[in-house]
């Protein structure tokens, strides 16, 4: 069975510093990849998506940045985080190629900025 | 403008008392999913609805498509605490295709008390 696995759950940085959270999933190939932001108890916004292997999607211009290295990898990084960066990331993936499919979603990451 | 719709915002409810709660929109979907997400955890997936007019259960959580695929609504049944949580809705709206991303609703807060 396919599992998604993100870490770290809980997150203090002071701002200023850089990020990178992981997010890798198990029991697929060449899964879609999402990284989205959640503001507390709504909805979710999509920062960037991914098809495959260095593709990278964005939606929104932001402080952050998203790679795919390898095709189960998704990393989430800033090289220098902002005060409004504080949230709940949670990492997706559902079945490539089409998007309409239902996604999987990691626990998530709470980042506080300090 | 949203795309979905979702109301009511937020919901506060007895143990025992039945609800239903909506997922609007104004354009046409090829599927609706429902997922329910817990505080501190990603969404999980509930169900997904593609047929017009079609009816899902799950235990006491009844799911509707509207017949003109344009709406859902998620009926609860003797509602329980472990029924709170924040409820999504999500589709891709059948005019961009079937590869274009999931949108997702803002959700709906559901507090059940004992």
């Known amino acids: 069975s396919q599992t998604i696995h993100q870490w770290p759950a809980t997150l203090v940085q002071p701002v200023g510093s850089p990020l990178s959270l992981e997010c890798t999933v198990e029991?697929?190939?060449?899964?879609?990849l999402y990284w989205y932001r959640q503001a507390a108890g709504r909805g979710l916004q999509l920062l960037f998506y991914s098809v495959g292997i260095g593709q990278i999607s964005s939606e929104v211009p932001q402080n952050l940045s998203a790679s795919r290295p390898q095709d189960r990898q998704f990393i989430l990084s800033s090289k220098k985080l902002l005060l409004s960066d504080s949230g709940f990331y949670l990492c997706a993936w559902s079945p490539g190629p089409r998007g309409n499919q239902p996604q999987h979603f990691g626990d998530g990451t709470r980042l506080s900025i300090l | 403008t949203q795309l979905l719709e979702q109301s009511p915002q937020f919901l506060s409810i007895q143990e025992g008392e039945n609800l239903t709660v909506y997922c609007n929109s104004s354009?046409?979907?090829?599927?609706l999913q429902w997922y329910r997400q817990e505080p501190g955890e990603g969404p999980v997936l509930l169900v997904t609805?593609?047929?017009?007019?079609e009816v899902k259960k799950l235990k006491r959580l009844t799911f509707q498509f509207g017949d003109a695929r344009k709406d859902s609504s998620l009926h609860i049944t003797a509602a329980q605490t472990g029924d709170t949580g924040l409820y999504l809705c999500?589709?891709?709206?059948?005019?961009?295709?079937?590869?274009?991303?999931?949108?997702f609703g803002k959700g709906i807060t559901l507090s059940v008390r004992p």
């Open positions: 354009s046409v979907f090829s599927s």
């Open positions: 999500a589709g891709v709206p059948f005019y961009t295709g079937a590869n274009s991303k999931l949108t």
């Open positions: 029991g697929t190939s060449n899964p879609n």
């Open positions: 609805v593609v047929t017009g007019g």
